[in-house]
């Protein structure tokens, strides 16, 4: 009988997310729901407080539909066009793990086409989310983590979390040095 570490070396290279641009007046940015309980809300807040940063802007709204859709990958034709009108995406929110494994690929996905990034996702899921990013390619993606459980919290609560972790996400966003995760 044999046995198999599952900590083995990855089949997949990894490729680093690089430095990225920060957050400018011109930055077209993105926003993207994975529609788990709260996650709209809680974009909508972090929105307003990069505009109360960063002056006025329109942001490009994506919604993945239900929290079934959360648990799933945006496909190929989504990851397109948020890359074609985005220079920048913040995405929320990891809070299980399946959704946190699908909004870690999607920032990737995106990533790989040259967009600026950063998911938020609860620190419950810390790990799953890191091991979900080296399994796809890009160990250092930027992760912001959020107190866990977001969906339960009352939404002025998501709201001053929201605002709590911008700065956090602006410099994740622009590929922090030491793996990007904040």
Same mark, same amino acid.
């Given at each position: 009988?044999?046995?198999?570490?599952?900590?083995?070396?990855?089949?997949?290279?990894?490729?680093?997310?690089?430095?990225?641009?920060?957050?400018?007046?011109?930055?077209?940015?993105?926003?993207?729901?994975?529609?788990?309980?709260?996650?709209?809300?809680?974009?909508?807040?972090?929105?307003?407080?990069?505009?109360?940063?960063?002056?006025?802007?329109?942001?490009?709204?994506?919604?993945?539909?239900?929290?079934?859709?959360?648990?799933?990958?945006?496909?190929?034709?989504?990851?397109?066009?948020?890359?074609?009108?985005?220079?920048?995406?913040?995405?929320?929110?990891?809070?299980?793990?399946?959704?946190?494994?699908?909004? =870690?690929?999607?920032?990737?996905? $995106? %990533?790989?086409? +040259? @967009?600026?990034?950063? !998911?938020? #996702?609860?620190?419950?899921?810390?790990?799953?989310?890191?091991?979900?990013?080296?399994?796809?390619?890009?160990?250092?993606?930027?992760?912001?983590?959020?107190?866990?459980?977001?969906?339960?919290?009352?939404?002025?609560?998501?709201?001053?979390?929201?605002?709590? =972790?911008?700065?956090?996400?602006? $410099? %994740?966003?622009? +590929? @922090?040095?030491?793996? !990007?995760? #904040?």
């Amino acid at each position: 009988m044999r046995f198999y570490s599952p900590e083995g070396v990855s089949a997949v290279a990894d490729h680093s997310y690089g430095a990225h641009d920060g957050i400018t007046e011109g930055t077209r940015v993105g926003l993207l729901a994975n529609s788990f309980p709260g996650s709209v809300d809680f974009l909508q807040s972090f929105g307003a407080e990069l505009e109360s940063r960063l002056g006025p802007r329109s942001f490009v709204w994506k919604e993945k539909g239900g929290i079934r859709e959360s648990t799933l990958v945006l496909p190929p034709a989504d990851i397109a066009e948020l890359a074609d009108g985005c220079d920048a995406v913040f995405a929320a929110y990891g809070h299980c793990g399946s959704c946190s494994s699908a909004i =870690v690929r999607d920032v990737i996905s $995106l %990533a790989q086409r +040259g @967009v600026a990034v950063c !998911a938020f #996702v609860t620190d419950e899921f810390t790990e799953t989310a890191r091991f979900v990013a080296r399994s796809a390619g890009m160990s250092d993606v930027p992760i912001v983590w959020l107190p866990h459980p977001m969906a339960a919290r009352p939404s002025a609560e998501r709201a001053r979390i929201a605002r709590d =972790v911008t700065g956090a996400a602006l $410099l %994740a966003i622009g +590929g @922090v040095r030491d793996g !990007a995760v #904040v």
